[in-house]
């Protein structure tokens, strides 16, 4: 069965930068759009952003656009998140997730990550 598994959260000040990674060890992604959410403590997950599998289609919740860039290389079998100027309201557990179509924003990910930790704050 695939299994998901993010890397790269952490610590950081307000207005800097994080890049997620999400791995499949052992399974081919480029056969799945992949998803990014977000939980933030207290409040519903929600999909930031969802990348195509040839990566030509990218889309991105409002409160991300233009500071978050989702993209893939299915060389190495990875989906990436960048996230720049970052702020409290970024703070979550992030995960990725796998959707055999490209679907926005609504989706069916039989697939997901077991999430990593973004916490924003100085």
């Known amino acids: 069965q695939l299994q998901l598994v993010e890397s790269g959260g952490g610590l950081v000040q307000p207005g800097g930068s994080l890049r997620l990674s999400c791995e499949a060890p052992?399974?081919?992604?480029?056969?799945?759009?992949i998803g990014w959410f977000r939980q933030a403590p207290g409040k519903e997950r929600e999909v930031v952003a969802l990348?195509?599998?040839?990566?030509?289609?990218?889309s991105y919740a409002d409160s991300v656009k233009g500071r978050f860039t989702v993209s893939r290389d299915n060389a190495k079998n990875t989906v990436y998140l960048q996230m720049n100027s970052l702020t409290a309201e970024d703070t979550g557990v992030y995960y990725c997730?796998?959707?055999?179509?490209?679907?926005?924003?609504?989706?069916?990910?039989?697939?997901w990550g077991q999430g990593t930790q973004v916490t924003v704050s100085s």
């Open positions: 990348i195509s599998q040839s990566g030509g289609f990218a």
């Open positions: 052992g399974f081919a992604l480029d056969y799945y759009a």
């Open positions: 997730a796998a959707d055999q179509m490209y679907r926005w924003p609504g989706g069916i990910y039989d697939y």
